[in-house]
């Protein structure tokens, strides 16, 4: 090979050489996103229910929107101001422009009227136009907790209520819906081993940025 045609050789190898890199790169990213993609766990029905302004709040107000949902009611003593607390963090996460909603709804709805949840929200900051305290009937909320979001709740049996507070066992998990009503991911946000602000709300703010990026 003559002196002459080693730099063009040269030049030609090392052009290969980064477009078969190249490659490589985009091939490991595009499997590992789909390793990451969150999976489709279900659809959420529609429903009408009144949020803590007294205005009706049905899903159309939230497609095209991802939201983080989870269920409470505000005479709990045990988690749920803790869940609520954590709620307000993530609220706080948000920046203003973001497009995100978040839901809480009650499982006592026969104490917690839009009157109670308007105290309720107002006491933990709640922006009204992101955050909404839901209620209804027991049927309403029933069918959008446990068939469309996965979230339970259990009446405490009279004789077995520890005091006035104790009437519900409900999920300590945020749930979090997609743009097309589409249940993607659930969260547990406390119990033993649970780190919430290093661990959970990181990877929860991912997946709603993830989802606010899907088509």
Known sequence: MSSSRLPQTFWVGAFLLFGLLGLAYLLSLA??????????????ADFTLTNQDGRLTTLADLTNRVWVADIIFTRCAGPCPRMTGQMKSLQDKLLPNNGARLVTLTTDPDFDTPVVMKRYADHFG?????????????????????NS???SAVPIKPEEQKNAADL???????VVVDKHAQLRGI?????????WADNVQPKLLAAIHRLEREP
């Open 126 to 146: 709640a922006d009204a136009n992101r955050w909404f305290f839901l209620t209804g009937t027991k049927g309403q909320i029933g069918a959008l907790a446990a």
């Open 31 to 44: 499997e590992f996103q789909k390793q990451r993609a969150l999976p489709v766990l279900g659809r959420i």
């Open 187 to 195: 969260f547990e946000t406390g119990g033993e081993g649970v780190d």
């Open 168 to 174: 519900f066992i409900h999920t300590t998990i945020f």
């Open 149 to 151: 979001l996965k979230l």
